[in-house]
Nanobody
Framework: QVQLVESGGGLVQAGGSLRLSCAAS????????MGWFRQAPGKEREFVAA????????YYADSVKGRFTISRDNAKTTVYLQMSSLKPEDTAVYYC???????????????WGQGTQVTVSS
């Protein structure tokens, strides 16, 4: 089992940057694929980025490609989402998730954090 706790959210102006962290506990983190998803008010939870357990494979949603970078440190059991050139439409609650395969589909992830709010002002 994996427990996940996100941090690093906050209020930032458009064009700014934030780095989200997701601290994991549990024996299987280093062999779990990790993903970031987000959910804006009134919208479905959507895929943002994913990384394989070794970090060699990454996927990004088209809306964040070139602006966001996912990475992980298995020694620290932490996954990161570096967000740059933020836009108001990036405003959402961001969730990290752990699963068995590197996927863009939320149903492939077994464990979820509680989320961290990111608000981008125009």
């Amino acid at each position: 089992q994996v427990q996940l706790v996100e941090s690093g959210g906050g209020l930032v102006q458009a064009g700014g940057s934030l780095r989200l962290s997701c601290a994991a506990s549990g024996r299987t983190f280093s062999t779990s694929a990790m993903g970031w998803f987000r959910q804006a008010p009134g919208k479905e939870r959507e895929f943002v980025a994913a990384i394989s357990w070794r970090g060699g494979i990454t996927y990004y949603a088209d809306s964040v490609k070139g602006r966001f970078t996912i990475s992980r440190d298995n020694a620290k059991t932490t996954v990161y989402l570096q967000m740059s050139s933020l836009k108001p439409e990036d405003t959402a609650v961001y969730y990290c998730a752990a699963g068995r395969t590197t996927s863009t589909w939320r149903n492939e992830y077994d464990y979820w954090g509680q989320g961290t709010q990111v608000t981008v002002s125009s």
